[in-house]
């Protein structure tokens, strides 16, 4: 067994039965699959059976004394010596930063949030963000409550006489076929400055609600909740923004906190080594310090089994501008490879509080998912008893959240105006 499994209990049922659906599903694993070297390694961290083995994932929390216990009390560990990289000061932070040479314009801040503004962030998400005017994958089927679905959850949770039916859309709209679920995966054209019109008048078409859904109460819907967008709608269907929709506002909260990570870490030191192709434009980066201003963006809730394939963001017309992503509750496997899906991707361990940014032109073309969230990897400081966090301790067992935030115009430019 490898070292970092040596936790996992070979004589329990449920490893038994892992076995044995293990042994049934692979029956024909001879056969030449033809995956890609993404699809491979998306594969291996997705396998239940045998757990995938975490010494090839880079987990910096193991050089960090302060998360000890998180990091040892946990089933699931990597290792700090995987892959090449640089640490980086961080102006006006106290926790460190990385940038990996493999991948040019890769940020890790480890531990940037406190506890206190990760729970604060899990509230947002919940409470303030995946209500109405925002948009959330559950819009498209339901007619959901005016004060959003978690806060009529919060409320009929205490009092079971306040529960109401949620109803389908179809039933008061014309139905039609059922669509996929939420993020298929769609080919689209990576939008500039010089198509974006063109993209932006391309027809985007609504949702159609499902005929199939019944009505139902908002404990049944609080775990189907997958996303919801922040700032510029974005039409799945195209993979598209879709700006004749206008803007939903984006939260003084999240806005700063992303443009205090941008203004805190000196660019000219992760692009001194690295010399990403800037293609016709000049490297931006100088400037990002005034012209880094977030207007779009999605939160993403993952349950215990779900997965992001492997994508690159590419409907920003900025884009080299900095995305940043926060991860929030479970950890996960983070796979980030190059500009196709022949790369191999290397693994990255993900925990509460960490921040993401990819920036520039070579990181945001850059294949990049989410093969595996880690059951089990709640850190204590989400588990705690305060009677007001209960029900959001509740949710977040078996959840990660990962707030996405990425800067679509330059700061000033307005697309309906021109
Ligand atoms: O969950 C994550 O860490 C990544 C999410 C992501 O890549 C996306 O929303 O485009
Ligand atoms: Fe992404």
Redesign the pocket.
Known sequence: MPESLSNVDSSSQEYKKARRLHLKATRHKNEDHNWTSFRTVEKKFKARFPPPDLSNVLDLATLNPAKTNEVQGGVWTGRSDTVEYREIVLAGHATKGYTVSQIPGLVILPSFLSSEQQQDLVKWSLSEQARSPNETNLDTHYVLPSEGIWANWLCCRNDPSKDILIYPKALVTTSNPVLPGPRQLVENTPANPHNFSALASIPKPPQVPSPNVQAVFSSTLIPKLRWANIGWYYHWGTKQYDFAQGKAPIHDRVKNLCKGVVESIDWGQIFSDVQPDWGDGEPDWRTWRDTYEPDAG?V?F?QGRDT?MA?V?RSEVCATSPLV?I?LGNA?I?LIGGLTRDTEPIPIM?RSGDV?IMAGPWCRRAY???PRILEGTLPSHLQSEEPKWQPYKDYMQSTRI?I?VRQVFPKGFNPVMG
Request: glycine letters at 6%; proline letters at 0%.
């Open positions: 999605i993403n993952y992001l994508h963001d992503s991860s996960a983070f993900l993401v990049h998912g989410i990962n996405n």
